[in-house]
């Protein structure tokens, strides 16, 4: 349980009395009095969870019975999911009649014993999203598509459309997530949804032309077929064989040295929010494929990681796939003082060590793996919120800072993108990188809730998007509870408990509202969101 405890506010009328000589007026209680017997406002609010609709108007009555009996002064309800088994003969599934029936008697029972209802601020506990809210109020993510032409002579041709997928970044497909882990129990399928941004245009140096493909091997030397390393589609991966009791590693041969300076790798399914990664990836480098050297440690996560580093020169790289942590809560940093996480850990670690313990016998399946000779922003994807950290402060240190693209050289090509993606453009003297970006859903469902009551979370950067959230929320809870029966009696308040749904980090009027808060246009300086 939680308990929501706030300042005393005297509501018994005694005689006064005296305390250490001073006077208190007639009609307060003492301290001592409003300790024994505390007013409504001071006492306790408990969480009331209706899992998976195993309600009953007996269950109702006596759980409220009870609680009013041992003093507590009001209850949280969330209707929720744990993969809870039915145990009642009829289970009551969401805004049916039925349920509807139940919680309108809740309403009234609270009401008649004089316990404060409140609702949690969506279906589960996390955090605001339903079935209603249409997939152009869901929460974003930018996306992007490159082309590279050459300059000194017209380019006409077809923009690639960037990827639509609903999902965590780029083209990559939602996951569970966190909910589903929790909750097992299956949602809607996330809808997809996907609308242009701008079109801007940056010059590349001659480090980023194309290099050659590496021979690719596994730690035995064994030769393997690394197409899935650098393809566009970040859900193809490559297995990488565990090599006895060794530590897997895929190793990069070059016919001729290579300065690189950055490393981008994503291994799906490797980190979770809350249970750290399985795998803590080494970046190695060698001249002859016998003597390595340290040149980076890659954090993994449920997007790709890209690492900067000062430039390196050699014929071979090596990422070896050392044990991760895997460690309940890692990402969640050090708790308040006196907050006890042990429980919760314990759900997470089983869930990560289980995960772990299920992989140990399965090959590494390497969704990408890119080296790059161009100055790429170390951590980018983090910086650019496409997932979050525990401390963005701690990001990048001791990494050398990277230029990154100059925005005075950035041209804006918004305007000259037809609507079926096709661009007219003569672009100056040299090599030019097209970045179309656009923006598609993340797919982010609220949890753990009953499938019927899974949805998209609602942007959260859209105010209009979320007061229609909470209009339709609330209308719903008004039909539910009756006439009267939400304000100032029956449903008197809305929980928000935790804000689990992860990153997010476009929304439709983002450019309008940077220019108009900031002062200057945030449109040169899109290409550092690709990294």
Do not use: C
Not at 312 to 331: E, I, M
Not at 427 to 450: D, E, I
Not at 452 to 481: P, S
Not at 491 to 508: C, F, R, Y
């Amino acid at each position: 349980l939680r308990l929501a405890l706030t300042g005393a506010t005297a509501l018994t009328r005694v005689r006064a009395v005296s305390l250490g000589g001073a006077t208190v007026p007639a009609g307060t209680a003492t301290m001592e009095e409003q300790f024994r017997d505390p007013p409504a406002s001071a006492r306790s609010r408990v969480w009331w969870h209706w899992m998976n609709g195993n309600i009953s108007k007996d269950g109702i009555a006596k759980d409220l019975a009870w609680m009013k009996r041992v003093g507590i002064g009001g209850v949280q309800n969330f209707d929720a999911s744990l993969n809870t088994p039915q145990v009642v003969d009829k289970r009551l599934v969401y805004l049916t009649p039925e349920w509807k029936d139940a919680f309108r008697f809740a309403t009234r029972e609270a009401d008649r014993l004089g316990l404060e209802l409140a609702i949690a601020a969506s279906p589960g506990w996390s955090e605001t999203g339903g079935p209603w809210v249409r997939p152009e109020d869901g929460l974003k993510k930018l996306v992007w598509s490159e082309t590279e032409v050459s300059g000194g002579r017209r380019f006409s041709g077809r923009l690639a459309a960037p990827p639509s997928a609903t999902g965590p970044f780029q083209s990559i497909a939602k996951g569970s997530g966190i909910g589903s882990m929790l909750s097992g129990d299956k949602g809607p399928q996330a809808p997809s949804f996907y609308r242009d941004v701008a079109v801007v245009a940056y010059p590349v140096a001659a480090a980023a032309a194309p290099q050659p493909a590496p021979v690719v091997r596994d730690g035995t030397g064994t030769l393997l077929d690394g197409a899935a390393l650098t393809d566009a589609d970040l859900n193809t991966t490559m297995p990488l064989e565990r090599p006895g009791q060794g530590v897997p590693a895929v190793v990069l041969e070059y016919a001729a040295p290579r300065t690189v300076r950055a490393a981008t790798l994503f291994v799906p399914g490797s980190a979770a929010l809350f249970v750290g990664a399985s795998y803590a990836p080494v970046l190695e480098a060698s001249d002859d494929g016998v003597a390595w050297r340290h040149v980076a440690d890659i954090d993994l996560s449920p997007v790709p990681t890209t690492a900067g580093f000062a430039p390196v020169t050699a014929r071979h790289f090596r990422v070896a796939f050392q044990p991760g942590r895997n460690a309940p809560l890692a990402a969640m940093g050090s708790p308040a003082p006196g907050i006890d996480l042990a429980g919760l850990g314990a759900t997470l670690g089983a869930l990560g060590a289980g995960a772990a313990a299920r992989g140990k016998s399965k090959p590494v399946q390497v969704g990408e793996l890119r080296l790059w000779a161009e100055d790429r922003i170390d951590e980018f994807e983090a910086k650019a919120g496409f997932e979050v950290k525990p401390d963005y402060f701690a990001l990048s240190q001791g990494v050398p800072e990277t230029a990154g693209v100059d925005p005075a050289k950035v041209v804006d090509l918004t305007a000259r993108m037809k609507p079926d993606g096709t661009l007219d453009w003569n672009p100056p003297a040299g090599r030019w990188r097209v970045l179309r970006l656009g923006y598609s859903l993340l797919g982010t469902m609220n949890h753990p809730a009953p499938p019927e009551a899974t949805g998209l979370e609602v942007d959260k950067f859209d105010g209009a998007a979320v007061r229609r959230y909470l209009d339709h929320y609330i209308a719903m809870y008004r039909d539910a509870a009756g006439e009267g029966m939400i304000g100032q009696r029956g449903v008197q308040a809305i929980l928000t408990d935790s804000i689990e749904v992860g990153a997010a980090n476009w929304t439709p009027a983002l450019i309008a509202q940077f220019r108009r808060l900031r002062g200057y246009d945030p449109v040169p300086w899109l290409p550092a969101l690709t990294g």
